[in-house]
């Protein structure tokens, strides 16, 4: 298995990015996918999550309304759209299955 993130950046507030992680290794269409995010001194939390038809989504409370996961089972790519951008969204962003994981990407929002 292995997951490849990029698109993070340094974005001032109220800015956007968005996320992609390319996956190999596994039938990506048969498992839910999972974004994660990780600031300094914190544990590690969920962000978002889409099961595998891609019309099931979950989010933290701290980003419904601004993030949005999706997936493209053609691309084995799981996406975050994240829009609205907060200071405290400031962390590296991982891509999970089960017990995988990406190397992360920095996502840095400042002015």
């Known amino acids: 298995v292995q997951l490849v993130e990029s698109g993070g950046g340094l974005v001032q507030p109220g800015g956007s990015l968005r996320l992609s992680c390319a996956a190999s290794g596994f039938i990506f269409s048969s498992y839910v996918m999972t974004w994660y995010r990780q600031a300094p001194g914190k544990e590690r939390e969920l962000v978002a999550r889409i099961f595998s038809g891609g019309g099931s989504t979950n989010y933290a409370d701290s980003v419904k309304g601004r993030f949005t996961i999706s997936r493209d089972n053609a691309k084995n790519t799981v996406y975050l759209q994240m829009n609205s951008l907060k200071p405290e969204d400031t962390a590296v962003y991982y891509c999970?299955?089960?017990?995988?994981w990406g190397q992360g990407t920095q996502v840095t929002v400042s002015s």
């Open positions: 999970n299955i089960a017990n995988f």
